[in-house]
């Protein structure tokens, strides 16, 4: 008894002693304030440095990706923020490399997708006064993050990123239109008007049958003759596919009944299935 109350006594008394020392040199000593000073100029105060980032902060091109329930990522235009529940780092975007250092994939998520990863980062200053500190998050906002960034996380060659579910998508998409005829043109082929990267190299031409009459009433819609030409890439037709599967009825089984649903054609929308999109090649001379 008399040491349970010794140390109900003592611990508020720790805290009002911890908060005094927070508190003196004109809270120099604050967890806060401790990675701020290392940007005060001299004849400057600490709070210049805070009133910037706030400015920053309240701007909506910063990015705040929560990292546990007690802390967070920020990227402002100028600066890196880790919050955790007890302290702060902050360091300039120019005084700072992100390298990643290692990933773990779990089988499970929240976001409704087959496999999540997370990738361990190491912020690395190149200013000896500023200190090094690494946080954790998915692939998923690692890559929200990377258009925000002065430089992009950089990534070791042996560490392999997950890709998207639309990335995964897209490669099963491409395997079935390899396996469907090919569609030889006597014109060149010419760049795809969706990424303006790649040639494009797939047709729309209607191969399936016709549904039955006796299951019009419960079939989907039949597929259509596309006419347009050879405008679009694979890789552009399939990402189309999946927006369109994703935000219809098709969406309600996830990326694997995709496949099985029906797209549209982004010129002429004539409705196509996976047996109408064939692999277009010049004609052999």
Known sequence: MLAAAAATAIIPLLMCYKIICWWEYDKSKHPVVK???????????????????????????????PLT????????????????????????????SLVATATDSYALSTTGEDEVQYVNIEAIPSRPDVNQFSFRMTTTALREIQSRLRDPVRVPEHISLLPTVIERFVTVFKHHVEQNPVYYVDQELEQCIGCMQNMADVKIDRRCLPVPPQLEAIAPPPC?????????????VARWWAARAAGGAGGAGGAGAWLAARGSCPVCRAVFCMLDVRPARPRPS
């Not at 290392?38 to 400057?44: E, K, L, M, N, V």
């Not at 329930?69 to 700072?96: H, P």
């Not at 259509?224 to 552009?236: D, F």
């Open 69 to 96: 329930a007690t802390s967070k990522f920020v990227a402002t235009e100028t600066w890196l923020i880790r919050v955790t529940q007890y302290g702060m780092n902050a360091v300039k975007q120019r005084d700072c």
């Open 35 to 65: 990675p701020l000073l290392c940007y005060t100029t001299p004849g400057s105060d600490w709070r210049v440095v805070a009133n910037n980032i706030n400015i920053e902060f309240r701007s909506v091109d910063k990015v705040c990706i």
């Open 224 to 236: 259509q003759q596309c006419n347009c030409r050879v405008l679009w890439c694979c890789a552009c």
